[in-house]
Nanobody, 123 residues
Framework: QVQLVESGGGSVQAGGSLRLSCAAS????????WGWFRQAPGKEREGVAS???????SYVDSVKGRFTISQDNARNTVYLEMKSLKPEDTAIYYC?????????????????WGQGTQVTVSS
């Protein structure tokens, strides 16, 4: 059974940085895309960033220039480097993986999810 396990969340002050990691314990076939999503209390899950196997990335406008998604295909791992963090970035962050033909920031495209990791940014 495939598991996605996130790590790297925590509490930081505004302007700080965090790096999230998500490792898959097995292979999901077929799959071609990793996604990072977040959900704040009382809000819907939001697509933050995605990366296809070939390297094509997408970001939600609110994190462009601050967050960077990357992957290590050999390790079956995806990363989310977050810089210049803002209080509005506070949420539970989830990784996801699946075969996604398009619309890679849409949570409905993914069937495999991690358990989530809390990111808290204080002002």
């Amino acid at each position: 059974q495939v598991q996605l396990v996130e790590s790297g969340g925590g509490s930081v002050q505004a302007g700080g940085s965090l790096r999230l990691s998500c490792a898959a314990s097995g292979n999901i076939y077929p799959s071609n895309c990793w996604g990072w999503f977040r959900q704040a209390p009382g809000k819907e899950r939001e697509g933050v960033a995605s990366i296809y196997t070939g390297g094509t990335t997408s970001y939600v406008d609110s994190v462009k220039g601050r967050f960077t998604i990357s992957q290590d295909n050999a390790r079956n791992t995806v990363y989310l480097e977050m810089k210049s963090l803002k209080p509005e970035d506070t949420a539970i962050y989830y990784c996801a993986r699946d075969y996604v033909p398009y619309d890679s920031l849409n949570a409905a495209r993914y069937n495999y999810w991690g358990q989530g990791t809390q990111v808290t940014v204080s002002s």
